[in-house]
């Protein structure tokens, strides 16, 4: 039951990350259409992806002042702002031309994703508990039903710019119910500490190489299936959906075992736990031995992100909860657009199979910077509840 607790205490921004898994799980099980459609090799169409890197860390410095300029209504702008953006790739076939709508993509996901993790955050300090991992299981239930509805569209030949087309107008239906008041945090008097500079980095880290990670499933899980084991369209769309389904019970999981354990030996366990279904993705001979290695990935890779943005919120004074957490997001979710170009780069030279043995390495590098994370102390929770 805590977390179905979890879910009605935060059910406003859970909503908005639906919405943001929705797109996102479209996206990766359409992959080897829009790669067709834009006649790109490997490494060129993880450039062009890399252009939603530029407009996410736009929104590092647009997301707080869009949160508060809009106030309670910057999660519904932010949801009407990326359906109507997630018309424009899958129309389009000159690369230049993508690489310029998935930036406004970029741009819109990231003040949507900043706005609703800093509604979370707030959350958890009202409420004194756990709700990150709750709201990031959403987005991964989300992602996982898109792609299987894709793997149906796909082989029934529906094209993509149609499938995206509906994805928006189910979104934009949930656009009215997202208006949330925002808590205003002022400084406290006499507060002179620092700015949060290395609790921003080393969850950004933490966040970064977790959404990295993942982001090496969800778009080229497809391509793998399909390419390097042979699998079909309607096999190819399943690779994301196990992730998504395997995220979502991971983080469902996470969320009623941060409930009773500490965050940082959660975050080691998982990150060895999603190392070895990089491997197994890896070394896989069939669909089915991968559909594995990506749902084990899944279930450790998945409390990894959540929980380095739940730990932000720890280490930094109230008033700087919000802006810090836009740094962490940002940081963290440019790795879902850094990867696509590290991964096509690698792809192209090595093959997706020795790709996906650095992401298992990739992952095992959270372990130190958990280990640092733990030796920074944290704000104690009544000067967090006084806001």
Not at 19 to 32: E, Q
Not at 151 to 172: D, H, K, M, N, W
Request: aromatic content about 10%; some cysteine.
């Amino acid at each position: 039951m805590s977390v179905l607790n979890a879910l009605y205490i935060s059910r406003r921004p859970a909503a908005a990350f639906v919405v943001v898994g929705v797109f996102w799980g479209c996206f990766a099980a359409h992959v080897p259409e829009l790669k067709a459609q834009l006649m790109a090799s490997d490494a060129l169409f993880g450039t062009l992806l890399l252009g939603s890197a530029t407009g996410l860390v736009s929104s590092m410095w647009l997301a707080p002042r869009a949160d508060r300029f809009l106030g309670a209504r910057s999660m519904q702008f932010g949801v009407v702002a990326l359906s109507l953006a997630w018309l424009l790739p899958s129309q389009i076939s000159a690369p230049l031309v993508f690489a310029m709508a998935i930036a406004l993509v970029g741009l819109c996901s990231g003040l949507l994703d900043v706005v609703m993790n800093a509604r979370v955050s707030e959350l958890e300090a009202a409420h004194a508990r756990p709700l990150m991992n709750a709201n990031h299981a959403m987005f991964s239930v989300a992602y996982a039903i898109a792609a299987v509805v894709v793997s149906f569209t796909r082989e029934a030949g529906v094209p993509p710019p149609y499938v995206f087309a509906g994805f928006s107008i189910f979104c934009l239906l949930l656009a009215p119910f997202l208006r949330t008041d925002i808590v205003d945090v002022t400084a406290e008097d006499g507060y002179q500490g620092r700015y949060p500079l290395w609790p921003i980095a080393l969850c950004g880290a933490i966040t970064f190489v977790a959404f990295m990670s993942e982001a090496t499933v969800e778009a080229w899980s497809a391509l793998h299936v399909e390419r390097t084991l042979g699998g079909g369209a309607a096999e190819g769309a399943l690779g994301p959906a196990m992730l998504g389904l395997t995220m979502a019970i991971g983080r469902f999981s996470g969320q009623a075992v941060l409930e009773k354990m500490r965050e940082v030996p959660v975050v080691i366990v998982a990150s060895v736990i999603s190392a070895v279904g990089a491997v197994l993705a890896a070394i896989a001979t069939t669909p089915g031995w991968a559909y594995l290695g990506f749902g084990v990935l899944g279930l450790g890779v998945s409390v990894i992100g959540p929980t380095g943005l739940a730990l932000v919120g720890k280490l930094v004074a109230p008033h700087l909860r919000t802006e810090a957490i836009s740094r962490v997001a940002v940081i963290g979710f440019s790795g879902f657009f850094f990867a696509p170009v590290l991964m096509g780069l690698m792809s192209e030279a090595f093959g997706l199979r020795v790709a996906y043995g650095a992401v298992a390495g990739l992952l095992l590098m959270t372990v130190p910077l958990a280990i640092t994370v733990a030796r920074q102390p944290l704000v104690p929770v009544d000067r967090r509840q006084q806001t």
